[in-house]
């Protein structure tokens, strides 16, 4: 699984860079805005469901095929739904025929993410190998195809139809993997008992994934609308390169956290140390990466896509720290999940949300597309940061951060 993550950020990073000086900033743009619009809506396609069909699996094995042929249906439901909601969504836009042709050839890859449901099967089995190898097959063949249509000089059309493609392939590789199981089909199976409670525990995780997609895209949906696709292609240029580094906190998280969780069981002021070393260890690590990068943006931005995109390089040199609070949020998220309480996490990321939106609103018209870098970056800081303060139960988790973002020299000398 790490493998593959790691070769889909390089393969999806490089190749990306080899697509965006291929298309140019303007069509690069119209490309960015259609992925980032339908992924506005992509929340509603899931139903938040992923995470509930592994617990469900995991605790009663037995009822594999009601569940996974419940969250089939239900998910096949979900995305003619989103087919539906876009079809609505698109009338209100300032897009062309061409633009909206492009949204709804990507758009319907989410259909075939209904078979997503077998990788929650392979989760609950701790088989995610062979998820693993699926995504590696899509991606291979995605950035080949990509490659390809450079090398013979393609029209946009031919990089869109590529992200259906991806979906499919992922579908059918699933699809045949399952298969191999040799335990039978689960499409003839559908509860509507099973499909409410279903829902029930999922709407909370539909709002949170349409904030979450909200605030993290919403940006370049707004660009667009304000100033145009060369604007948009030129922000998302320099977006790439700085989340590029975002898997980085996951993993560290992920690695550390369940020794953080052990010390919880026994001493709470061991717990909080080691927490307060993790926030700091996220803190040296971004400011870290973006010092160098804020020097040296317009230089690594003409470099790798070349001097079409030469204005992007102020927006990555501001994007780049809004990694400060990415990676303090995934430690955030982590402790919500230990201390049990997502509904807050899930407030924080609606303010951020929000926060989002208001500030794009009033900055971008000013600052232009370095209004949207500043915009996301105080969003970020919003979410993981100071909506801490709003309730007690994470109050201290505010001054564990602010402790975090002032330098101090024993903060690596604590006890473990």
């Known amino acids: 699984m790490f493998g593959e993550q790691v070769l889909r950020i390089v393969a999806g990073l490089f190749v990306g860079i080899y697509v965006a000086r291929y298309l140019g900033p303007e069509q690069f743009g119209v490309y960015s805005y259609a992925l980032a619009f339908v992924a506005l809506f992509s929340a509603i396609a899931k139903l938040g469901l992923d995470g509930i069909v592994v617990r469900d699996l995991v605790n009663h ?3 594999r095929d009601t569940y996974l042929g419940t969250a089939f249906w239900l998910k096949l439901m979900g995305a003619l739904l989103t087919l539906a909601t876009l079809a609505i969504a698109v009338r209100f836009t300032g897009n062309n025929a061409t633009t909206n042709l492009y949204i709804f050839i990507i758009a319907a890859g989410l259909i075939f993410q209904s078979l997503e449901v077998v990788d929650s099967y392979f989760q609950s089995k701790v088989l995610s190998k062979y998820v693993s190898i699926a995504k590696l097959i899509q991606l291979a063949l ?5 490659l390809y249509f450079i090398f013979i000089q393609a029209d946009l059309f031919w990089f869109v139809l590529v992200s259906l493609i991806d979906q499919i392939t992922l579908a059918l590789s699933l699809a045949f993997a399952y298969w191999r199981q040799r335990i039978g089909g689960f499409f003839g199976h559908f509860e509507i008992g099973t499909a409410k409670a279903m829902l029930k525990n999922s709407w909370p995780l539909i709002l949170s994934g349409i904030a979450i997609i909200l605030y993290m895209r919403i940006d370049q949906i707004m660009i667009k609308e304000m100033l145009g696709e060369r604007e948009v292609g030129l922000y998302s240029a320099a977006v790439r390169l700085s989340e590029a580094w975002y898997f980085v906190p996951v993993i560290v998280t992920t690695s550390l956290f369940p020794a953080i969780v052990n010390a919880r069981k026994t001493d709470q002021e061991l717990y909080n140390k080691r927490l307060q070393r993790l926030y700091s260890v996220m803190v040296y690590f971004a400011v870290g990466v ?9 230089s690594i931005v003409v470099t790798l896509y070349g001097t079409h995109y030469q204005d992007a390089g102020t927006v990555l040199s501001i994007h780049i720290w ?3 609070f990415v990676g303090l949020g995934v430690v955030n998220g982590q402790w919500f999940l230990a201390e049990n309480l997502q509904h807050l996490a899930t407030r924080n990321t609606l303010i951020g949300a929000a926060a989002n939106v208001a500030l794009n609103l009033i900055l971008i018209p000013i600052y232009g597309i370095r209004g949207a870098a500043f915009a996301t970056f105080i969003s970020y800081a919003v979410a993981a940061y100071l909506s801490l303060l709003i309730n007690i139960k994470t109050r201290d988790r505010f001054f564990a951060i602010s402790r975090s973002l002032i330098p101090s020299k024993d903060i690596f000398h604590a006890h473990a």
């Not at 995605?142 to 990509?146: A, E, N, T």
């Not at 973006?290 to 317009?298: K, N, R, S, Y």
């Open 61 to 63: 094995p037995d009822k």
């Open 290 to 298: 973006a010092l160098p990068v804020t020097f040296m943006a317009e």
């Open 322 to 324: 809004a990694g400060l």
């Open 142 to 146: 995605s950035s080949v195809l990509k």
